[in-house]
Nanobody, 122 residues
Framework: HLDVVEDGGGPVPTGGSMTLSCVASGGSHLRNCMGWYRQSPGKERERVATIGTDGQITYERSFKGRFTISKAANDTLYLQMNNLNPEDSAKYIC?????????????????WGQGTQVTVSS
């Protein structure tokens, strides 16, 4: 079992930047794929990016260039977000799974955090 906890959300002005973090406490063998999703009220949850233990990173097309996913040696996961706009306002959710990332095309991660709210003001 993993406990997944995100941090770093809050209010940010349009054009601003923010870095989110995620800590998954538990067996390291359960953290082969880690990723960020986001969900806004009334919208489907959408994948932002994933990173595997091999360092391979995949971004959904709409986030490439403005968002950067990274992982520290202790498996703390980060999401650097730049040039934010009000459409980026959402709950950002960390997901973790023991499988390799390419097996998670269906978004069925085993462990999910509660999310951290990011609100971009216009």
């Amino acid at each position: 079992h993993l406990d997944v906890v995100e941090d770093g959300g809050g209010p940010v002005p349009t054009g601003g930047s923010m870095t989110l973090s995620c800590v998954a406490s538990g067996g390291s063998h359960l953290r082969n794929c880690m990723g960020w999703y986001r969900q806004s009220p009334g919208k489907e949850r959408e994948r932002v990016a994933t990173i595997g233990t091999d360092g391979q990173i995949t971004y959904e097309r709409s986030f490439k260039g403005r968002f950067t996913i990274s992982k520290a040696a202790n498996d703390t996961l980060y999401l650097q977000m730049n040039n934010l706009n009000p459409e980026d306002s959402a709950k950002y959710i960390c997901a973790v799974d023991p499988a390799l990332c390419h097996y998670l095309w269906n978004d069925r991660f085993a462990f999910w955090g509660q999310g951290t709210q990011v609100t971009v003001s216009s």
